[in-house]
């Protein structure tokens, strides 16, 4: 069983910045760098929306809400990656989850934006105008 844990949520302004954090444990994780590992979210009376993602080769890829805005790192030693958010507007809003799966971001993508086998319990991201 892996088990993800956010970190890092709060209330900003716009144009604040704030750092997602999410740590990854469990027997399950004894390959943890062949995983893909994302985040999404969810805001209230909206779908999810698949935010970043890394692949186990370190490709990277994100949303076009947020491309040159959030930034997606790992540190593989730690079993934690991190969602740096800059720039952050109003409509960025929402319960914040990071995912994991041991198939390809691909095949996670294809399922949904939230198509992750493990998902943690979310962090909340308010942002003011």
């Known amino acids: 069983q892996v088990r993800l844990v956010e970190s890092g949520g709060g209330s900003v302004q716009s144009g604040g910045s704030l750092r997602l954090s999410c740590t990854a444990s469990?027997?399950?994780?004894?390959?943890?760098?062949?995983?893909?590992r994302g985040w999404f979210r969810q805001a209230p009376g909206k779908e999810r929306e698949g935010l970043a993602h890394?692949?186990?080769?370190?490709?990277?890829t994100y949303a076009d809400s947020v491309k040159g805005r959030f930034t997606i790192s790992q540190d593989v030693a730690k079993n934690t990656w991190y969602l740096e958010m800059n720039s952050l507007k109003p409509e960025d809003t929402a319960m914040y989850y990071c995912g994991a799966d041991p198939l390809s971001c691909m095949t996670v993508a294809n399922i949904g934006p939230a198509g992750y086998n493990y998902g943690g319990q979310g962090t909340q991201v308010t942002v003011s105008s």
């Open positions: 890394i692949d186990p080769d370190g490709t990277i």
């Open positions: 469990g027997a399950g994780l004894s390959r943890y760098e062949s995983y893909c």
